[in-house]
């Protein structure tokens, strides 16, 4: 089946560095990707809707000039928390839809993130 | 619109008994329905799904759910618990089947598990 790879697992750095994580689909094309931001003992909220090809698409309130995606490839979204601060460390998710651009959605394993 | 809410934010039950995890939705149109099982530090898997057709799904693990229109509901059941079911649960709807249609999804708050022995 369809299967989504999230890099890296686990990041730790310093308040101020950019982080690039990566979201790639393994075995098929994924024309639209998702980015979830999800708090502990939270649901996952959706950060924004990736395109290839075009710019991606925010969900309310969120930064644009904080949180940038590319999706330069089909089969690679990435998400660059820009200039990060202790505020940003949370669990990162993103997803895709198959290989038909369909759902169900395909989730990669996440990403935590921690800002010192 | 779309929206879901699972009630209750925490269910424990006994190894053997049954799982019932609640979830209600509100959409405007007919809506696509999953549900998704989270184990910690891990993104989400996919347990089921409805779209259009039976209203009894069947999913992974032995888990099944109902669409139930009149209730705006999608209950997910599990005749017998097992210890490796504790995980946290969602709820989701999506308004479209693709992109084209909004491939969004929404999520309900989730639901924890526990599993007693």
């Known amino acids: 089946g369809a299967v989504v790879s999230q890099h890296p697992s686990r990041v730790i750095c310093k308040s101020g560095t950019s982080v690039k994580i990566e979201c790639r689909s393994l075995?098929?094309?994924?024309?639209?990707m998702f980015w979830y931001r999800q708090f502990p003992k939270k649901s996952l909220m959706l950060m924004a809707t990736?395109?290839?090809?075009?710019?991606?698409?925010?969900e309310q309130g969120v930064e644009k000039d904080k949180f940038l995606i590319n999706h330069a490839s089909l089969t690679l979204s990435t998400l660059t928390v820009t200039s990060a601060h202790p505020e940003d460390s949370s669990f990162y998710i993103c997803?895709?839809?198959?290989?038909?651009?369909?759902?169900?959605?395909?989730f990669g394993d996440g990403t935590r993130l921690s800002i010192l | 619109a779309q929206s879901v809410t699972q009630l209750g934010s925490h269910v424990s039950v006994s190894e053997g008994a049954l799982v019932l995890l609640r979830c209600n939705y509100s959409?405007?149109?007919?809506?696509?329905l999953f549900w998704y099982v989270q184990y910690p530090n891990q993104g989400l898997q996919l347990l089921l799904k409805?779209?259009?057709?039976?209203?009894l799904v069947k999913g992974i693990n032995g888990f099944e759910a109902e669409f139930k229109k009149s209730e705006t509901s999608f209950h997910l059941t599990k005749p017998s618990a097992h210890m490796s079911d504790a995980a946290e649960y969602f709820c989701?709807?999506?308004?479209?089947?693709?992109?084209?249609?909004?491939?969004?999804?929404?999520f309900g708050q989730g639901t924890e598990l526990s599993v007693k022995p």
């Open positions: 997803s895709a839809l198959d290989r038909e651009g369909h759902q169900p959605q395909h």
């Open positions: 075995d098929f094309q994924a024309t639209t």
């Open positions: 990736s395109n290839e090809g075009s710019k991606a698409t925010y």
């Open positions: 959409s405007s149109v007919p809506p696509y």
């Open positions: 409805y779209t259009t057709g039976a209203t």
């Open positions: 989701a709807v999506s308004v479209g089947w693709d992109y084209n249609q909004g491939g969004k999804l929404i």
